[in-house]
């Protein structure tokens, strides 16, 4: 193979049929599987020519190098003769013989460029096949032409229309499109149907399909196999030569199986030609001869003239008339026209096939026809005239007939119902205003009535015209006539009745709607009464004296002198509806379910009544009850009164007394105290007096009693008072006795004691045993004393430790004993010691536990801090500072 690049063109000069056509050698140059493929296909669409002239090559650029297969095959697909081939064996004689091939090409109009006949000669390869392509597309794909295209996109159109049935192939060119083998699988079911199951095809198994095609295209159509499946499987995009070539064998094959069916049908159509000029003639006969029967059977009929004596009757032969001209005849007509036309089809169809003229048989002539024809619509014209008049005489009579059945159809129909709606007791259901409505519709309707009046009169008049003009169904009209008249009559009588029992029913009503309202008026306010009764009779009080509760119990007793008018009151009411439930039993009326005016029932009232009635004794009892808790509450107080109001001035009296024993004590202070203590036992005594009143406080406390007007001590003055009482005896006992041991301490004469207590007394002013700090400060002037402010304020911070601004009898004493008496000092105290520690400035502890009981010894030594003075001995004590200390501040 040379892989210089030459450019070999084959044009198809004024055809322009390979305007498409790729670069054959640039094809191959790229893909070398073309090259293969197009050597098998084209070695054997060589072959399925070749074979003809009994002959076959096996190697496409051997066996043409001589020239003489190559011009055997031009002859066998052309079917023309060439020039004698040379039988030389020289390398001049084969070019000479491919040559005269390659000419006879051109001679066919086509231009093979580059193709020259030494390079065939040596075998060329891609030129062989390149030659052999021209002639392919030449004389198998040139020529064929479908619906305006010719060539290559013939073919290609002649696929697509082939193949369109077959929703999965789709031809779009002649290479990618046939590889899945369906496409020539369709091209031969199309044709042969009955050679492959195509149903049983898969799209996803070329292998089958492209075999299945080939094989069968092999047996059974003698297209050689052009190609392997492994080929065009195996590429990618197989080549479009090759496919192109075996698709114009498909082609070639079945076009030439439609120039059989062509010579077929030539013979079929002259036989159909004599086949359908006899069934013209046996319809013709047979169609004159139905319809020549027809019109005999169909005269008779027009012919009879006997009349009729109703409308009906007569309408009904009218109506018979127009079935015939609207249905019967119409066919009729259609089946003479067909019949004449058929005729003259037929004539012109025997005389253009040069058959002779149809001579139909006797009496069915075109002529016979027409003249029964004629016959038959002369008697329809009289028919339908005899028909006419008829209809005219009797329409008189039919129209007073039809507007006398159409008033009173208008009339029925008006009163239908009517008897139903004024039997109706819907009056008896109905309430007040329903029955003043019942009653204006009933008023409607009685106009209504009274404007149907003339309807009446004429269907009557109507009737009696039927009867003189002796109209055939004259008992049927008297008898309806006779019927709505007995109705008329008996609707005004109905309407009268239902009009008085109207009426009657609103006279009723508007009664009851009375004394509903009387019933309203009445029971509202007496209603409201019962429930004020009742809410005051449960009403809860709470009091606290007999006047209260005995105001309570006068208002109740009036409040029950007043249910006797009430009684009255309720049974009137009652009464009312009494009067109503009388009117609904005995006139049979509806109470129109409830009272309007109130929601209040009998019922409701007697239940109230009731429980008024049972109130009022549950009234009576806690009235009862509450008295006589009042009443013993009032037992407590004074009880309580007469107790406390004896207790409270003893206790003031006592107080008193004591005031004035502690001022004008006589006798000596034992014999005060002796005095005291039998007055303090007395008192004493008076405590169980007290522990009684306590009790009749307690019952008066859980009485829930909160004043009491017969007393104006409470519980707690008496205690306090007592309180006080104590105390106070208490106080006066223990200053006695303190002026005992003040007296015993300084040895004051009784006397003395005497003097004092008689200058206090003269100096208390204000007599409250005790003098303040005035009456203290004139006393000391009025005994010698000459001071400043400061001493005055010293002795007072003496006799008034606690700053109270008074000085008690107690206090006066001490000042007074101090100033006059001879007492123990701490300078005393301490010459004690330092004669106990043998004239030293300290002691020692055993020197104390020598000279001292023990336990007053181990006072001392307990309390004493060590002597810090230049003459101290170890254990040395300090009695000097314990001395000072003894009396604190109280030393002057």
């Given at each position: 193979?040379?892989?210089?690049h030459?450019?070999?063109h084959y044009?198809g000069?004024?055809?322009?049929?390979?305007q498409q056509?790729?670069?054959w050698?640039r094809d191959?140059?790229?893909?070398p599987a073309?090259?293969?493929q197009?050597?098998?296909?084209?070695t054997a669409w060589?072959?399925?020519?070749?074979r003809k002239?009994?002959?076959?090559i096996?190697?496409?650029?051997?066996?043409?190098r001589?020239?003489?297969?190559?011009m055997?095959l031009l002859?066998?697909?052309s079917?023309?003769?060439?020039a004698?081939?040379?039988?030389?064996?020289?390398?001049v004689?084969k070019?000479s013989?491919?040559?005269?091939a390659l000419?006879?090409i051109?001679s066919?109009?086509?231009?093979?460029?580059?193709?020259?006949?030494?390079?065939i000669?040596?075998?060329?390869?891609?030129m062989?096949?390149?030659?052999?392509?021209?002639?392919?597309?030449?004389?198998?794909?040139?020529?064929i032409s479908?619906?305006?295209?010719s060539?290559?996109?013939?073919?290609?159109?002649?696929?697509q229309?082939?193949?369109?049935?077959?929703?999965?192939v789709?031809i779009?060119?002649?290479?990618i499109?046939?590889k899945?083998?369906?496409?020539?699988?369709?091209?031969?079911?199309r044709?042969r149907?009955?050679?492959?199951d195509?149903?049983?095809?898969?799209?996803?198994?070329?292998?089958t399909?492209?075999?299945?095609?080939f094989?069968?295209?092999?047996?059974?159509?003698?297209?050689p196999k052009?190609?392997?499946?492994?080929?065009?499987v195996?590429?990618?995009?197989?080549?479009?030569?090759?496919i192109?070539?075996?698709?114009?064998?498909?082609?070639?094959?079945?076009?030439?199986?439609?120039?059989a069916?062509?010579?077929?049908?030539?013979?079929?159509?002259?036989?159909?030609?004599?086949?359908?000029n006899e069934?013209?003639?046996e319809?013709?006969?047979k169609?004159?001869s139905?319809?020549?029967e027809?019109?005999?059977?169909?005269?008779p009929?027009?012919e009879?003239r006997?009349?009729?004596?109703?409308m009906?009757?007569?309408?009904?032969?009218?109506?018979?008339?127009?079935?015939?001209?609207?249905?019967?005849?119409?066919?009729?007509?259609q089946?003479?026209?067909?019949?004449?036309?058929?005729f003259?089809?037929?004539?012109?169809k025997?005389?253009?096939?040069?058959?002779?003229?149809f001579?139909?048989s006797?009496?069915?002539?075109?002529?016979d026809?027409?003249?029964?024809?004629?016959?038959?619509?002369?008697?329809?014209?009289?028919?339908?005239?005899?028909l006419?008049?008829e209809?005219?005489?009797?329409?008189?009579?039919?129209?007073?007939?039809?507007?006398f059945?159409?008033k009173?159809?208008i009339?029925?129909?008006?009163?239908e119902?009517k008897?139903?709606m004024?039997?109706?007791k819907?009056y008896?259901?109905a309430?007040?205003?329903?029955?003043?409505?019942l009653l204006k519709k009933?008023?409607?309707?009685?106009?209504?009535?009274a404007a149907?009046?003339?309807?009446?009169?004429q269907?009557a008049?109507?009737a009696?015209?039927?009867?003189?003009?002796e109209?055939y169904?004259?008992?049927?009209?008297?008898?309806?006539?006779?019927?709505i008249?007995?109705?008329?009559?008996?609707?005004?009588?109905?309407?009268?009745?239902r009009?008085?029992?109207?009426?009657?029913?609103?006279?009723?009503?508007?009664?009851?709607?009375?004394?509903y309202l009387?019933?309203?008026k009445r029971?509202a306010?007496?209603?409201?009464?019962?429930e004020g009764?009742?809410?005051?009779l449960?009403?809860?009080?709470?009091v606290?004296?007999?006047?209260?509760?005995?105001?309570?119990?006068t208002?109740h007793?009036q409040?029950?002198a007043?249910l006797?008018?009430?009684d009255?009151?309720?049974?009137?009411?009652l009464?009312?509806?009494n009067?109503i439930?009388k009117?609904?039993?005995?006139?049979?009326v509806?109470?129109?379910?409830?009272?309007p005016?109130t929601?209040i029932?009998?019922?409701?009232?007697n239940?109230?009544w009731?429980?008024v009635?049972q109130?009022?004794?549950q009234?009576?009892q806690a009235l009862i009850?509450?008295?006589?808790?009042?009443?013993?509450?009032?037992?407590?107080?004074r009880?309580?009164a007469s107790?406390?109001?004896?207790?409270?001035?003893?206790?003031q009296?006592?107080?008193e007394?004591?005031?004035?024993?502690?001022?004008?004590?006589?006798?000596t202070?034992?014999?005060q105290l002796?005095?005291?203590?039998?007055y303090e036992?007395?008192?004493?005594?008076?405590?169980?007096k007290?522990?009684?009143?306590?009790?009749?406080?307690?019952?008066i406390?859980?009485?829930?009693?909160?004043?009491?007007?017969?007393?104006?001590?409470?519980?707690e003055?008496?205690r306090?008072?007592?309180?006080?009482?104590?105390?106070?005896?208490?106080?006066?006992?223990n200053?006695i006795?303190?002026?005992?041991?003040?007296?015993d301490?300084?040895?004051?004469?009784?006397?003395?004691?005497?003097?004092?207590?008689?200058?206090?007394?003269?100096?208390d002013r204000?007599?409250t045993?005790m003098?303040?700090?005035?009456?203290?400060r004139?006393?000391l002037?009025?005994?010698?004393?000459?001071?400043?402010?400061?001493e005055?304020?010293?002795?007072?911070s003496?006799?008034?430790?606690?700053r109270?601004g008074?000085?008690?009898?107690q206090?006066?004493?001490?000042?007074?004993?101090?100033e006059?008496?001879?007492t123990?000092t701490a300078?005393?105290?301490m010459a004690?010691f330092k004669?106990?520690?043998?004239?030293k400035?300290?002691i020692?502890?055993?020197?104390?536990r020598?000279?001292?009981p023990?336990?007053?010894?181990?006072?001392?030594i307990a309390?004493?801090?060590?002597?810090?003075?230049?003459d101290k001995?170890?254990?040395?004590?300090?009695?000097?500072?314990?001395s000072?200390?003894?009396y604190?501040?109280s030393d002057?």
């Open positions: 193979m040379d892989h210089h030459h450019h070999h044009d000069g004024e055809n322009d049929y390979m056509e790729d670069d050698d191959l140059l790229l893909d073309w090259e293969k197009q050597r098998k296909t084209f060589c072959n399925s020519h070749l002239a009994g002959t076959q096996d190697n496409i650029e051997e066996d043409f001589d020239g003489l297969k190559l055997l002859e066998v697909i079917g023309e003769r060439l004698k081939p040379e039988r030389g064996k020289m390398r004689h070019i013989n491919v040559n005269k000419n006879f051109a066919k109009g086509v231009k093979l460029v580059s193709i020259g006949a030494e390079e000669v040596d075998g060329n390869a891609k062989t096949l390149g030659m052999i392509w021209t002639i392919i597309l030449r004389f198998a794909i040139q020529d479908v619906e305006e295209t060539a290559k996109e013939g073919l290609l159109l002649w696929c229309r082939k193949t369109a049935p077959y929703k999965n789709n779009q060119n002649f290479h499109s046939w899945d083998g369906l496409g020539f699988c369709a091209l031969i079911h044709h149907p009955e050679l492959i195509y149903g049983k095809l898969r799209k996803d198994d070329p292998m399909n492209l075999n299945t095609a094989d069968v295209a092999e047996k059974y159509l003698d297209i052009m190609l392997d499946a492994e080929d065009i195996g590429t990618a995009r197989p080549d479009e030569k090759a192109m070539t075996y698709v114009s064998s498909f082609y070639h094959a079945f076009s030439g199986a439609q120039k069916e062509t010579a077929a049908n030539r013979i079929c159509k002259v036989l159909a030609v004599n086949q359908e069934q013209l003639m319809d013709y006969e169609l004159a139905d319809l020549l027809w019109i005999r059977r169909t005269i009929w027009l009879n006997v009349p009729e004596s109703t009906q009757a007569m309408q009904q032969k009218l109506e018979d008339f127009r079935g015939y001209r609207r249905q019967h005849k119409p066919p009729k007509v089946e003479k026209c067909q019949l004449e036309i058929n003259n089809t037929l004539q012109t025997l005389r253009l096939s040069n058959r002779p003229a001579m139909p006797e009496g069915r002539m075109v002529s026809i027409s003249n029964a024809w004629g016959s038959l619509e002369g008697a329809e014209k009289g028919y339908e005239e005899w006419l008049n209809i005219r005489r009797l329409e008189r009579l039919d129209h007073l007939a039809e507007k059945r159409q009173a159809a009339h029925e129909a008006w009163t119902g008897e139903g004024l039997t109706k819907d008896e259901v309430s007040l205003s329903d029955i003043k409505a009933h008023e409607a309707f009685e106009s209504d009535l149907h009046q003339d309807r009446v009169e269907i008049a109507i009696q015209e039927l009867n003189e003009l109209y169904d004259s008992p049927s009209v008297n008898a309806r006539c006779q019927k008249c007995d109705q008329w009559d008996s609707l005004g009588a109905m309407t009268q009745k009009n008085e029992a109207l009426q009657r029913t609103e006279k009723l009503l508007e009664t009851i709607d009375q004394l009387e019933f309203a029971a306010p007496f209603n409201n009464w019962m009764a009742m809410e005051d449960q009403d809860t009080f709470i606290h004296t007999i006047e209260e509760i005995q105001g309570l119990s208002a007793e409040f029950k007043t006797p008018d009430a009255k009151e309720r049974l009137a009411i009464g009312i509806h009067e439930v009117i609904v039993q005995t006139y049979h509806n109470m129109a379910g409830t009272n005016y929601t029932n009998p019922q409701e009232i239940a109230k009731d429980k009635g109130l009022v004794p009234r009576d009850e509450e008295h006589a808790r009042q009443q013993n509450n009032e037992r407590l107080r009880q309580f107790q406390a109001n004896v207790i409270g001035p003893w206790i009296t006592k107080m007394e004591i005031g004035r024993i502690s001022i004008e004590l006589h006798g202070l034992e014999d002796t005095n005291l203590r039998q036992k007395s008192i004493v005594n008076y405590k169980p007290i522990d009684q009143l306590e009790g009749d406080h307690q019952q406390q859980e009485a829930l009693i909160f004043d009491n007007k017969h007393t104006n001590y409470t519980m003055h008496i306090v008072g007592w309180e006080q009482l104590l105390t106070t005896i208490a106080r006066t006992i200053e006795e303190n002026q005992i041991l003040t007296r301490a300084k040895g004051i004469s009784q006397e003395q004691l005497s003097e004092f207590r008689a200058s206090f007394n003269h100096f204000k007599r045993g003098m303040d700090g005035e009456d203290f004139t006393c002037i009025s005994m010698g004393y000459n001071m400043g402010e400061a005055f304020a010293r002795i007072m003496i006799v008034d430790p606690n109270l008074v000085v008690t009898f206090a006066f004493i001490d000042f007074m004993s101090r006059t008496a001879d123990d300078d005393q105290v004690s004669v106990l520690a043998g004239d400035n300290y020692l502890a055993e020197e104390l020598r000279e001292l023990p336990d007053q010894a181990e006072y001392c309390r004493m801090a060590p002597y810090t003075g230049p001995v170890p254990g040395a004590l300090d009695y000097m500072s314990f000072t200390a003894l604190g501040e002057l």
